[in-house]
Every structure is written in C-alpha cells, then in structure tokens.
Nanobody, 121 residues
Framework: QVQLVESGGGLVQAGGSLRLSCAAS????????MGWYRQAPGKQRELVAA???????NYADSVKGRFTISRDNAKNTVYLQMNSLKPEDTAIYYC???????????????WGQGTEVTVSS
C-alpha cells in the first residue's frame, strides 16, 4: 500500500507565505505526476498545480506567479510554496499522486488526507 502524508498548512495573514509538503511512502516502484488540489467551502475541488516526473509544471491561472510546485524524487515528496497569499486561497489543500505499484506494476491514483490553509484579510 501507499501512504501520503501532508504537512505545512495553517493560518496566515494576507500577503504571507506557507509551504506545503506531501511525502509518499510504501510499495512504490515509481511516481509519475504529483499535484496539489484545493477545495474551498461550497466549491468543487480544483487543480492548483501539478508536476510531472520530468519536472514539467502546470498551474491554475489564479496562482500563477505566486505559487511554485517542486518535487524531490529521492524523497518521494512534492512541495507547494505559496507566496502572496490571498483570502481567496483559503481551502483544504490535497496532494494527489499517480504511482506505479512496486508489486502489481499498475498505475494508481492516491490522495492525501488534506491540510487546511486559512488566509485572513
């Protein structure tokens, strides 16, 4: 099995910064894409940023220029550096990874448990 452990959420004032981390462990042969999604109260979950195994990145328009996604393949960890935070960034942030299982060699999607980010005005 695979476990994803997220950390780094919290309460911050507008204009501040936070860094989220998501570490994957378990029966992992390889990790394909890794990404961050968020879900605000009453809204659908949306993609924030994603990064491929080769390092190509994709961002939601609302976070371009403020957020940076990165990954450490040796640690099976993805990061989201969030700068110039706005109240509208308030949400629960979820990590998602596409992993090739060590034993079955099948691709499978995994979600983290979510970490809450609150930006006060």
């Amino acid at each position: 099995q695979v476990q994803l452990v997220e950390s780094g959420g919290g309460l911050v004032q507008a204009g501040g910064s936070l860094r989220l981390s998501c570490a994957a462990s378990g029966s992992i042969l390889s990790i394909n894409s890794m990404g961050w999604y968020r879900q605000a109260p009453g809204k659908q979950r949306e993609l924030v940023a994603a990064i491929t195994s080769g390092g190509s990145t994709n961002y939601a328009d609302s976070v371009k220029g403020r957020f940076t996604i990165s990954r450490d393949n040796a640690k099976n960890t993805v990061y989201l550096q969030m700068n110039s935070l706005k109240p509208e960034d308030t949400a629960i942030y979820y990590c998602k990874t596409i992993i090739t299982s060590l034993y079955s060699r099948l691709l499978r999607q995994y979600w983290g448990q979510g970490t809450e980010v609150t930006v006060s005005s």
